[in-house]
């Protein structure tokens, strides 16, 4: 696709309430090759009950794998609590590290693009969260499988009617516009690092103001 029409599908996905169609839309055109499964759903007591007061319903809407063979999976989350959103990222982050590590059939995967919704839908975060899976062996010789992951705050965008998408349009217009290009693991890393974005902008505009505050 074109440019503009690259930026028009971020602006309409994330520049309104959620919408499962819109946001699936979205997904195919910047990963290209997504498997579309039928959903997976957890509610009720298939969710520990640590995030029960957090999380309403998850379901997977679709399985991709890079060309670096990180398999990632693509998530739906309706949270509970209007609260949730901002104040509960760190539960968040790790119910999908709960999910990645194991909680289907222990079978790990490495990462997952996630959108978690509040209740009212009209704003929503658009998420990677990612695995670093190390092995650690146990004094009794066994292996073991220790995870560490990134922090949710570097990975993810505030999206929806009441917000801006250009931070999003700036990282992933390119990805949309390349149809032969399938994006690594590594690529949405680069693409969610936020803090990159803003110090980028700072130093832009700070020089910006230095040389009107000399003229």
Not at 187 to 212: A, G, H, Q
Request: charge should be neutral; charged fraction near 30%.
């Amino acid at each position: 696709m074109d440019k503009n029409q690259a930026i028009k599908l971020i602006q309409d996905t994330f520049q309104s309430p959620f919408e499962d169609n819109r946001f699936k839309l979205f997904i195919k055109n910047l990963l290209k090759k997504i498997e579309e499964t039928p959903s997976t759903i957890y509610r009720g007591n298939i969710i520990p009950d640590s995030y029960e007061p957090y999380i309403q319903v998850m379901k997977r809407i679709g399985k991709y794998t890079d060309n670096e063979n990180n398999r990632i999976d693509i998530l739906v989350i309706h949270l509970k609590k209007e609260t949730s959103l901002e104040r509960a990222r760190s539960m968040q982050r790790n119910f999908i590290a709960w999910y990645l590590n194991g909680s289907r059939g222990g079978e790990l995967k490495d990462a997952a693009l996630v959108a978690f919704i509040s209740p009212d839908q009209d704003d929503w975060r658009f998420s990677l969260v990612k695995m670093d899976y190390k092995f650690t062996e146990t004094a009794a010789g066994k292996v073991k499988v220790k995870e560490e992951f990134t922090p949710a705050r570097r990975f993810s965008f505030l999206v929806g009617e009441n917000e801006s998408s250009h931070t999003a349009q700036s990282k992933l217009v390119p990805y949309l516009e390349d149809d032969s290009y399938n994006p690594t693991l590594k690529d949405m890393e680069e693409s969610f690092n936020i803090e990159k974005v803003t110090k980028e902008f700072f130093e832009k505009y700070r020089n910006l103001f230095l040389e009107v505050r000399a003229s």
